[in-house]
C-alpha cells in the first residue's frame, strides 16, 4: 500500500503537470519556426521562414524608456513575436511599460496569457479584478512583482512623482489586449450609443462625449 508521503507527492506532481499544461499557447512541434510575418499563408500564429539568423531571436527595443507624453502617460513598448519573429511558437513575451508621474496603463485585459510585471524603478499602485467583482491591489516598487491572470482586467497607476517603469513577462507570443475604455469607446465600426447608454446608465450625449475621447486616429 502506498505511504501517505508518497501519495502526496504523487499529488504535488499531478498538480505541477496539471498547471504546466494549462500554459496559454500550444506547445511547439519543432526547435526553431522563426516566423514569417510577411506570409499570406494564415495559420494559428505565423508559418516558418526558411532563412532565420541570431537577429530574428534578437531586440534592444526594451532598453530604452518609452514615451509618455499622451492622454494617459504611460507607454507599452511589446517585445512580441510580431516584433521578434523568432518567438513564432515558443509562448512567451515581454513588454516594457513607462509610466510619468501621475500615469496610468489603463483597465485592460489579455485573452492570451497571464502577465507578471517586475519594477524596474518607480513605484506603482498596480490592481486586478476577478470575475467575482474582487479587487486585488498593492503598491509595488523597485524589484517587486505582481502577477496578473489570465484574462481579467488590471491596471497599474504612477501615484509617485517620479516616472516608474516595469518589464512585463507573458505566456503567450501574442497576448492581445483589450483596454476597456477603448475597446467600448473607440471601436470601429462604432458600439451603438444605446448599448453604450444602457450599459453605462448615462446619456447619448455623454457617451458621445467620451467616444470623441476615444475615436480612432
Ligand atoms: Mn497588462
Do not use: W
Amino acid at each position: 500500500m502506498a505511504s501517505a508521503g508518497f501519495c502526496r507527492m504523487l499529488a504535488i506532481m499531478a498538480i505541477i503537470f496539471v498547471a504546466g499544461r494549462a500554459s496559454a499557447d500550444p506547445d511547439m512541434l519543432q526547435d526553431i519556426c522563426v516566423a514569417d510575418l510577411a506570409s499570406a499563408v494564415k495559420v494559428n500564429g505565423f508559418v516558418c521562414k526558411s532563412h532565420t539568423s541570431a537577429d530574428d531571436f534578437f531586440s534592444a527595443l526594451l532598453a530604452k524608456p518609452g514615451a509618455t507624453n499622451n492622454t494617459f502617460g504611460s507607454l507599452v513598448t511589446g517585445a512580441n513575436v510580431q516584433r521578434i519573429p523568432g518567438l513564432n511558437t515558443l509562448g512567451v513575451s515581454l513588454s516594457r511599460i513607462d509610466y510619468a508621474p501621475g500615469g496610468l496603463n489603463p483597465p485592460h485585459t489579455h485573452p492570451r496569457a497571464t502577465e507578471i510585471v517586475f519594477v524596474l524603478y518607480g513605484q506603482l499602485e498596480v490592481g486586478f479584478i476577478t470575475t467575482a467583482n474582487v479587487l486585488y491591489s498593492k503598491t509595488i516598487k523597485n524589484g517587486e512583482i505582481f502577477v496578473f491572470p489570465r484574462g481579467l482586467v488590471h491596471f497599474q497607476k504612477n501615484n509617485g512623482r517620479v516616472p516608474a517603469a516595469v518589464i512585463a513577462a507573458f505566456n503567450s507570443q501574442l497576448p492581445g489586449t483589450q483596454t476597456i475604455s477603448t475597446t467600448l469607446f473607440g471601436a470601429s465600426p462604432p458600439v451603438p450609443d444605446n448599448v453604450l447608454s444602457k450599459a453605462f446608465q448615462i446619456s447619448t450625449p455623454e457617451v458621445q462625449k467620451i467616444k470623441l475621447r476615444f475615436a480612432p486616429k
